[in-house]
């Protein structure tokens, strides 16, 4: 099933917008949690911690969802397809487990912003938590990176289902 025109460039637009702006979002809390764990200054610390999670909340796990389910629509209604092209199933498995890690992680995140709103964070407190929103960020970034460049650069190889269903398609025999 293949998408018309000017609904494949609307659905495109939206990946686009979606996957950009999840970069955008993920950079801004980079920032914010590496301000979060260097600075001596409590409260740019405390706001820092709060400011991330309704970056998280409202914007990051927004934005990568909204990428993941307009990519596999994207995938299912172009010729691309799901599973025939490595670079797609790669793009898929990234996104997938970016999601997965965000979900897992917004315990943490919560716990720590409701920590700064009522205390003040020393250097010491949740350190291994603070740390931990920083690598996973720095994680995320690099997974996203790697999505765009996947996106852009289309490596080739096709996948078994990929070469069967090329294959079918021409008449030839499988």
């Not at 764990?37 to 820092?48: E, G, K, P």
């Not at 969802?65 to 397809?81: F, K």
């Not at 690099?142 to 269903?165: D, E, F, I, Q």
Request: charged share 10%.
């Amino acid at each position: 099933m293949n998408m018309r025109p000017g609904l494949r460039k609307i659905v495109l637009v939206a990946h686009i917008v979606s996957s950009v702006g999840s970069l955008g979002a993920v950079a801004g809390f980079l920032a914010l949690a590496v301000a979060g764990l260097t600075s001596q200054d409590a409260q740019v610390t405390r706001s820092a911690y709060v400011a991330m999670e309704v970056i998280a909340r409202f914007v990051i796990v927004p934005l990568v969802s909204a990428s993941l389910l307009i990519g596999v629509a994207q995938s299912l209604g172009t010729t691309w397809g799901l599973f025939r092209h490595y670079w797609v199933l790669a793009k898929l498995l990234l996104t997938l487990l970016t999601v997965i890690v965000l979900l897992l992680q917004m315990e943490g995140i919560a716990h720590v912003a409701a920590v700064a709103v009522e205390t003040t964070l020393s250097s010491a407190d949740l350190l291994g938590l603070r740390r931990s929103l920083v690598v996973h960020a720095a994680g995320g970034l690099v997974v996203l990176l790697v999505t765009t460049t996947l996106s852009v650069y289309k490596p080739g190889g096709m996948t078994r289902y990929g070469w069967r269903k090329l294959h079918n398609q021409k008449g030839d025999p499988v």
